[in-house]
């Protein structure tokens, strides 16, 4: 009886070991999702890729489109709402905008 006992505490302990074992290595392995270089996103996405601090300058042209080009060269295209939405938005942004190039056709 005893044996029984001793191999089910033992068990149980293995049980609870093996879960926090799964547990922190699932936390280590949640990376942020990559920028979506090359592609063009909606509205939304880019204005959060925006306030993210990673663009070195903004292009709007009178059609809407946009195009975010970030400090590692990377381009990332958008249709904004309203003409000039881009630049209320950089000035929205704040700190890590301050020393973004502006350009417009």
Known sequence: MKNKVHLISILFV??????????????????????????????????????????????????????????????IKTVEPVIDDIFKEVENCGAPCREMILATE
């Open 14 to 75: 293995l049980g609870l070991l093996t879960a926090c074992s799964s547990s922190a290595a699932t936390q280590k392995t949640v990376t942020p999702d990559p920028l979506p270089c090359g592609e063009e996103v909606v509205w939304e996405t880019a204005v959060e890729i925006l306030h993210q601090g990673e663009v070195e300058q903004v292009v709007q042209l009178h059609s809407l489109e946009v195009t975010l080009i970030l400090k590692d060269g990377c381009e």
